[in-house]
Nanobody, 121 residues
Framework: QVQLVESGGGLVQAGGSLRLSCAAS????????MGWYRQAPGKQRELVAA???????KYADSVKGRFTISRDNAKNTVYLQMNSLKPEDTAVYHC???????????????WGKGTLVTVSS
């Protein structure tokens, strides 16, 4: 089994910054895509940022220029640096990873339980 554990959420004032981390653990052979989704109350889940195993990153238009996604492959960890936060960034942020486990032949998607980010005005 694979576990993804997020950290770094919290309460911040508008204009402030937070850095989210998500570490994957378990019987991992390889990780392809990693990224972050968020879901605000009463809204659909949306992709915030994604970083493939190789290639360019992807961002939601609403966070371009403010958020930066990165990863440390040696640590199986993905990060989301969030700057210039706005109240509309308030949501539960979930990380995901597309993982190939030992004894498996296909990559599977795994999700973290989420970390709450609250931005006050």
């Amino acid at each position: 089994q694979v576990q993804l554990v997020e950290s770094g959420g919290g309460l911040v004032q508008a204009g402030g910054s937070l850095r989210l981390s998500c570490a994957a653990s378990g019987s991992i052979v390889s990780i392809n895509d990693m990224g972050w989704y968020r879901q605000a109350p009463g809204k659909q889940r949306e992709l915030v940022a994604a970083i493939p195993g190789g290639g360019s990153t992807k961002y939601a238009d609403s966070v371009k220029g403010r958020f930066t996604i990165s990863r440390d492959n040696a640590k199986n960890t993905v990060y989301l640096q969030m700057n210039s936060l706005k109240p509309e960034d308030t949501a539960v942020y979930h990380c995901y990873a597309r993982v190939l486990m030992m004894l498996q032949t296909k990559f599977m998607d795994y999700w973290g339980k989420g970390t709450l980010v609250t931005v006050s005005s």
